[in-house]
Structure formats: C-alpha cells, structure tokens
Nanobody
Framework: QEQLVESGGGLVQPGGSLRLSCTAS????????VKWYRQAPGRERESVAS????????SYADSVKGRFTISRDNSKNTVYLQMNSLTPEDTAVYYC?????WGQGTQVTVSS
C-alpha cells in the first residue's frame, strides 16, 4: 500500500522551531520530487517547499524562505521540514505530497 505519513507537529511559541517528517512506504520514494504544503483555517492549501530527487534541489515559498529547510534521506524514505523562527502566521496543517499521494497532515500551532 502506497502511503505518506507526516509527524512532528505540535504547539510551539513564537520564535520556536519544529521539525516535520514525511515517511513514505509502498513505492520507490527516491525517484520522486516531494513537496510540503500547508493549509490554515479558512485559507487555500499553499505550497511551502519542494525538493527534487537526484540533485536534491530545493525551492521555497517567499513567506518561509530563510526560515524553513527541506531535506530528504532516501535511505529512510523520509523528507524533513525544519522550521525555525516560527510565527503565528505559520499555524496550519502541514501536508507532504509526492506521486499524487497526500499524507493525513500534521497540525502546527504557533502561539504564546
């Protein structure tokens, strides 16, 4: 069964950090670009970051550039999203996406 499972979300104070993980199973993960998206209440889902396969080239939304870092460990079938200097505007459900698959999402809440 092909699936993606996100983890690592939680409640963090403004200025804090979290690291999200997206673990894949059921397919050859290393062959595919992976993207992180987020969706805040009442807003459309937006792309946050992406990482390619062989070269590991990354891309970021302007709103997270310089604060978030996407990386992958193909030996673990996992993509990470390191999030630093978090603000309340980063509060959302975060999803990973690849090969047409979506995970269930992980909630990130930034609040004092």
């Amino acid at each position: 069964q092909e699936q993606l499972v996100e983890s690592g979300g939680g409640l963090v104070q403004p200025g804090g950090s979290l690291r999200l993980s997206c673990t894949a199973s059921g397919f050859t993960f290393k062959l595919y670009m992976v993207k992180w998206y987020r969706q805040a209440p009442g807003r459309e889902r937006e792309s946050v970051a992406s990482i390619t396969t062989v070269t590991g080239t990354t891309s970021y939304a302007d709103s997270v550039k310089g604060r978030f870092t996407i990386s992958r460990d193909n030996s673990k079938n996992t993509v990470y999203l390191q999030m630093n200097s978090l603000t309340p505007e980063d509060t959302a459900v975060y999803y990973c996406n690849t090969r047409g698959l979506w995970g269930q999402g992980t909630q990130v809440t930034v609040s004092s």
